[in-house]
């Protein structure tokens, strides 16, 4: 029975927001901090909160720390001790694992995102701007009243148009694959797989290897709480655009490569299913829009790419212990939305998202090691996740056809990454808990 009184809202529900804002906090001495956290902590809401009230509610928000903001908070040596060694070494320290070189290093980061006192992040997601400006306002002065937490940076969140659906500045529709929880009560469509255990998401309950093992302590910090790998990419929406241009002749070109590269068309239809023309209603149907495997309907890629985003990230049923790597993603786009006929106007824009895990080395650094990264994925020896992959100009995307394949060299880098960190998720009596420990420092 999950405990969806205590875990964060963030983990299982999704909100009807439309905007939202992240904001980055350092602490300068444990008082201040948990003098903040106490004031903010009623705010978040737990998933049974939200699923109660969602329809009437105009904000959400979550709180999160790294692991020097838990030691920030007064947190002991001892339990800071039990947590894991990525955690604890921070996403910055995994650089270079991660694939986080060239443009995308650390050194290059925004925001403060690669500093060593970055302590915590608080998320709202909004229904509007009017209520994200309500609580920015409400925040500031939050911050002003506690002296000696600092805002390092913020982030303000925008959907971008048309709004009937999410997607990302590319243009693809998002939203489309996410794994469901056992007990959620949440039933699988067709294609998603069948339910998980929530030890895979949520620490102190059984996951696919059995009883939950090896959890931070003491238990009140650990029990529903979760780990976040937070990442701000930039989507080099000209440079796309332009390449897209450039290796299709039409239109319709075109959009078949953009498609080949996500192995879904733009507006969610998977090339599996819809391999030589777009079909936005099948897109649309979450009945239909996930049910198709790789091994026994395209074992070769004709239709989707083996080196395509998609295939990459969730390989189905062509790759071992899948259930241990699943993920949840949560987030938004982030800056203007650029007009189809506009060029480049070097305004920075993206997704700033976080992957969910109960294990950030099997399953978010697994999957950008191997998965994203690796070049040698599927034996395709010089290829990176097209999309997301770390590119410097020298890789390739090779296109499976009959009689003879299309193969693209010098892929450019269409995303950048300008930011991350790992937080710790706790749940709502964790969160408690920390705000009210004893100054010992």
């Not at 469901?180 to 290897?209: H, M, N, Q, S």
């Not at 650094?365 to 990264?373: D, G, I, R, S, Y």
Request: proline share 7%; aromatic share 8%.
């Amino acid at each position: 029975m999950l405990e969806n009184e205590d875990i964060q809202h963030i983990l299982l529900a999704r909100t009807p927001a439309l905007t939202g804002r992240y904001e980055f906090l350092s602490f300068r001495n444990a008082a201040c901090g948990r003098a903040w956290l106490s004031a903010i902590c009623e705010k978040a809401q737990s998933v049974a909160e939200v699923m109660a009230s969602v329809e009437k509610d105009k904000r959400w928000v979550t709180l999160a720390f790294t692991w020097n903001g838990l030691r920030a908070l007064g947190v002991d040596e001892g339990s800071l001790a039990t947590f894991p060694e990525e955690f604890k070494q921070g996403m910055v320290a995994r650089a270079e694992m991660l694939g986080d070189t060239g443009r995308n290093h650390p050194d290059n980061w925004v925001g403060g995102l690669a500093r060593s006192d970055l302590h915590a992040i608080a998320i709202l997601f909004a229904r509007d701007a009017t209520e994200r400006s309500r609580c920015q306002v409400e925040h500031a002065n939050l911050v002003a009243r506690c002296e000696g937490v600092e805002v390092l940076s913020t982030l303000d969140l925008e959907a971008t148009p048309p709004f009937d659906y999410a997607h990302d500045h590319f243009g693809y529709r998002d939203r489309l694959s996410q794994p469901v929880i056992e007990g959620t009560g949440e039933v699988p469509t067709p294609g998603t797989g069948a339910p998980l255990k929530p030890g895979e998401f949520i620490l102190g309950y059984p996951d696919e290897d059995g009883p939950p093992a090896n959890l931070p302590q003491p238990e009140i910090l650990s029990r529903n709480g979760s780990y976040m790998a937070y990442r701000r990419l930039e989507e080099h929406v000209g440079k796309f655009r332009d390449f897209l241009r450039e290796h299709g002749k039409t239109p319709a070109e075109q959009e078949l490569i953009a498609a080949k590269l996500m192995g879904r068309w733009r507006s969610g239809a998977p090339l599996v299913l819809a391999p030589d023309k777009d079909d936005p209603a099948l897109g649309a149907d979450p009945h239909r829009n996930n049910d198709f495997n790789y091994k026994q309907m395209d074992p070769h890629g004709y239709a989707v790419p083996l080196g395509s985003h998609i295939r990459r990230m969730n390989p189905r049923d062509t790759a071992h212990n899948m259930n241990r790597r699943r993920m949840i993603r949560r987030g938004a786009t982030y800056g203007p939305h650029l007009p189809e006929d506009a060029p480049e106007d070097g305004v920075e824009r993206g997704i700033a998202a976080f992957v969910i895990c109960a294990s950030l080395i099997r399953q978010f650094e697994f999957a950008q090691n191997v998965w994203t990264n690796d070049r040698n994925f599927h034996e395709l020896g010089n290829e990176r996740d097209p999309i997301i992959g770390t590119h410097d100009g020298t890789l390739e995307f090779k296109i499976p056809k009959r009689p003879i394949r299309k193969k693209i060299t010098g892929l450019p880098a269409f995303t950048t990454v300008k930011g991350g960190a790992y937080f710790f998720l706790p749940g709502i009596k964790a969160l408690r808990h920390l705000a009210t420990l004893n100054d010992v420092r």
